[in-house]
């Protein structure tokens, strides 16, 4: 079975550029995570979907990041004018249907903003 | 503060000695996942629990919802158990996760 796959693997960009990620999660996969995590820091959820609705996007830096999951399969996270700030690594994770809400992780993108 | 907290942030072992590693937290939480960060920057899963302990190998990790904290032991460590331990917690009736800050494993020969 085919793991979460995220691309692209890096981004290097200069401040007020777009970038965007894609996930493709785990083949009957219902919910789907965003994570940014800063060098040497924990995962922080940015948004997370069941299907295609939003569940929690209370962390999304909306002026500048917006994330969509239109058929409740993959999902795209946009950053619209990239700040140094944004420096990290992106990682996508999906966990199946029921009660079991273990999270599988994909590699992640690996952004820097000069 | 912090609704996740681990500790120690950092622990230094010889090989073939053993530790634990602790996530406190600071409301009751449906479940628990343990993750390593292994030197690709991957999050390798460890264990999920929603009660009580599971084990595999040598480690071993215990949930008490109650008393709010998970553990992760460590027992006869190898130079290959290095890296980051993250233990990420959900909440609420929507499983919202959140992760703690991590703790940095070396392990020594």
């Known amino acids: 079975e085919a793991g979460v796959t995220q691309s692209p693997r890096y981004a290097v960009l200069q401040e007020g550029q777009a970038v965007s990620f894609w996930c493709d999660p785990i083949?009957?996969?219902?919910?789907l995570y965003w994570y940014q995590q800063p060098r040497d820091q924990g995962p922080q959820l940015l948004v997370y979907?069941?299907?295609?609705?939003?569940?929690?996007n209370s962390q999304l830096p909306s002026d500048r990041f917006s994330a969509v999951r239109p058929k409740g399969t993959n999902s795209t996270l946009k950053i619209q004018s990239a700040k140094q700030g944004d420096t990290a690594t992106y990682l996508c994770?999906?966990?199946?249907?029921?009660?079991?809400?273990?999270?599988?992780f994909g590699p992640g993108t690996r952004l820097t903003v000069l | 503060g912090d609704q996740v907290e681990q500790s120690p942030s950092a622990l230094s072992l010889h090989e073939g000695t053993g530790s634990a590693l602790r996530c406190n937290f600071t409301?009751?939480?449906?479940?628990v996942q343990w993750f390593r960060k292994n030197s690709r920057g991957s999050l390798i899963n460890l264990f999920y629990?929603?009660?009580g302990t599971k084990e595999n190998g040598r480690l071993k990790s215990a949930f008490d919802s109650k008393e709010r904290y998970s553990t992760l032991h460590i027992r006869d460590a190898q130079l290959e158990d290095s890296g980051t331990y993250f233990c990420?917690?959900?909440?609420?009736?929507?499983?919202?996760?959140?992760f703690g800050k991590g703790t940095s494993l070396v392990v020594h020969p």
């Open positions: 994770a999906s966990s199946p249907p029921g009660q079991n809400y273990e999270q599988y």
């Open positions: 083949s009957g996969h219902d919910t």
């Open positions: 979907f069941r299907d295609e609705a939003v569940i929690d």
């Open positions: 409301t009751t939480m449906r479940a």
């Open positions: 629990l929603a009660s």
């Open positions: 990420a917690v959900t909440s609420g009736g929507n499983y919202k996760p959140t």
